[in-house]
Nanobody, 123 residues
Framework: QLRLVESGGGLVQPGGSLRLSCAVS????????IGWFRRAPGKEREGVSS????????NYADSVKGRFFVSSDIAKNTVYLQMSSLKPEDTGLYFC????????????????WGQGTQVTVSS
């Protein structure tokens, strides 16, 4: 059974940075696509970014392009989401998810989900 655990969330001021981690256990990372999603208060869950670990393809939501960067470390079985120039509207519960077929940031493509880590952007 694949297990995903997110970490790295917290409170940050607007313009600040955070790096989220998604540690994967139960299988090797390069078999999967990994997506990052977030749910803001009162809003639907939305796709933020994703990476096909095997070939390095990445996707980003328009709202985070140029500010967020997704990467993977196969040796550590971990995927990262580097977030910079954070805005209050980036606030939310951030989840990582894994799927055996890569389809970008569409949540239906992902079968395994972590519990989430909270990101709050506020002054």
């Amino acid at each position: 059974q694949l297990r995903l655990v997110e970490s790295g969330g917290g409170l940050v001021q607007p313009g600040g940075s955070l790096r989220l981690s998604c540690a994967v256990s139960g299988s090797t990372l390069d078999h999967y696509g990994i997506g990052w999603f977030r749910r803001a208060p009162g809003k639907e869950r939305e796709g933020v970014s994703s990476i096909s670990v095997n070939d390095g393809r990445t996707n980003y939501a328009d709202s985070v392009k140029g500010r967020f960067f997704v990467s993977s470390d196969i040796a550590k079985n971990t995927v990262y989401l580097q977030m910079s120039s954070l805005k209050p509207e980036d606030t939310g519960l951030y989840f990582c998810a894994a799927g055996e077929s890569y389809s970008g940031i569409h949540s239906w493509a992902y079968d395994y989900w972590g519990q989430g880590t909270q990101v709050t952007v506020s002054s």
